[in-house]
């Protein structure tokens, strides 16, 4: 690899640890669902509007993210594979990782997590798993949207046979940036009318596919047009306040609505809270993506042998976590301290134990041929 594309390695390894974190704050307070969480959330406390404007501000950008950074190695991995190689590719990197997960890692993990004790391992397979009664895709959801997404690129690559006419596209400029946060965030909105958040088939989560299919678009007009080595500095400087000021604005909006008083529906839906919760998003997305990704090609575009190893490994990682999140969250069951406290804990303990256990399975045989 290019020594100026390191930094996304690194962004990788970074938002992969966001995951876990993200996932480990669900299971003590923060608002969404999780395979296994260990307090009661039917109270308002501060560790649950932490916890819970956390995980709001990270489900805002960084799938996106991901999507981003992915489809900005597609056009150069396509052209130099060709179209059969390519889709072959990617349907094995996604695919059998996806199997493997839908039908080994969620399943036994939602059956340790859940169902041990009311059920063998064998008849839970037999009611929920074989039956297609339940689906499984858990994280890796991501992969099934990548294999469709992926799909699509390819057909479009076919139909057009590059005949659409190459042109020099700019990274937008700031005005264009806020039209297009208003954009997704209407797009959203009326998306969830249909679709709320945290709801769609097989486990799509739709309400949020507005903003994920432009940053999969962005990702391959970037590579195309080089845009992260052209970010101007006032739109990184503009962005990052913009960020950090749009931050607040959602829970003083849910707060003035009637937050407080347990009249929460920003999940979809006509109204208010749905409305400001979808346009809060890109805007915070769009000013977290910026800042990242100019924040690592400045400051984070070197490797080493530890760097190098984290980024080997995220994949895996990724893959993983959900069974080593719900073990440890077993593990401090009962234990008498703050929320927080063993979200830290918890959180820190499943990330070193995920790379770790990551590396050994990639030492298996073949097994680095997909992860």
């Known amino acids: 690899m290019s020594r100026r594309l390191f930094f996304l390695d690194h962004i990788r390894v970074f938002l992969t640890i966001l995951v876990i974190i993200f996932h480990t704050s669900i299971a003590y307070g923060a608002a969404g669902s999780w395979i296994l969480e260990d307090v009661d959330k039917s109270e308002v406390n501060a560790s649950v509007v932490l916890?819970?404007?956390?995980?709001?501000?990270?489900?805002?950008?960084?799938?996106?993210?991901?999507?981003?950074?992915?489809?900005?190695?597609?056009?150069?991995?396509?052209?130099?594979?060709?179209?059969f190689r390519f889709l072959w590719g990617r349907l094995?990197?996604?695919?059998?990782?996806?199997?493997?997960?839908y039908f080994v890692i969620g399943p036994m993990t939602v059956w340790f997590a859940k169902f041990r004790d009311q059920q063998t391992w064998v008849q839970f397979y037999k009611d929920n798993v074989w039956s297609f009664?339940?689906?499984?895709?858990?994280?890796?959801?991501?992969?099934?949207?990548?294999?469709?997404?992926?799909?699509?690129?390819?057909?479009?690559?076919?139909?057009t046979r590059d005949r659409l006419k190459k042109k020099s596209i700019l990274f937008p400029n700031g005005k264009t940036l806020v039209v297009v946060a208003i954009a997704l965030g209407l797009i959203a909105f009326a998306v969830r009318l249909v679709y709320p958040t945290g709801t769609g088939p097989l486990e799509l989560q739709l309400g949020y596919f507005p903003s994920y299919i432009l940053l999969f678009i962005a990702g391959i007009i970037a590579q195309r047009q080089g845009w992260l080595e052209q970010i101007p500095a006032s739109v990184q400087r503009i962005?990052?306040?913009?960020?950090m000021?749009?931050?607040?604005?959602?829970?003083?909006?849910?707060?003035?609505?009637?937050?407080?008083?347990?009249n929460v529906h920003f999940e979809g839906g006509f109204?208010?809270?749905?409305?400001?919760?979808?346009?809060?998003?890109?805007?915070?997305?769009?000013?977290?993506?910026?800042s990242l990704l100019s924040l690592f090609q400045s400051r984070f575009n070197t490797t080493n042998g530890f760097s190098k190893w984290l980024s080997d490994n995220a994949y895996t990682v990724y893959l993983i976590h959900p069974p080593v999140i719900v073990g440890w969250t077993i593990a401090f069951h009962g234990i008498d301290i703050p929320a927080m406290i063993k979200w830290v804990i918890v959180s820190a303990l499943s990330v070193a134990v995920c790379f770790v256990i990551a590396s050994v399975i990639r030492l298996l045989p073949y097994a680095r041929r997909v992860l």
Do not use: D
């Not at 009664?133 to 139909?159: C, D, K, M, Q």
């Not at 962005?239 to 960020?243: E, I, R």
């Open 51 to 83: 916890l819970t404007i956390f995980t709001a501000v990270c489900q805002s950008f960084f799938m996106g993210l991901f999507f981003f950074i992915s489809s900005y190695f597609i056009p150069t991995s396509y052209e130099k594979k060709g179209a």
């Open 92 to 101: 094995v990197r996604l695919g059998i990782p996806m199997l493997i997960y």
């Open 245 to 262: 000021g749009m931050v607040p604005v959602l829970p003083i909006g849910l707060i003035l609505t009637g937050g407080l008083e347990g």
């Open 239 to 243: 962005w990052k306040w913009v960020a």
């Open 271 to 290: 109204n208010i809270q749905a409305l400001l919760y979808a346009m809060w998003e890109p805007f915070i997305c769009l000013g977290i993506m910026i």
């Open 133 to 159: 009664r339940w689906t499984f895709f858990g994280p890796t959801w991501f992969l099934e949207a990548s294999i469709y997404f992926t799909l699509f690129y390819v057909l479009f690559r076919i139909v």
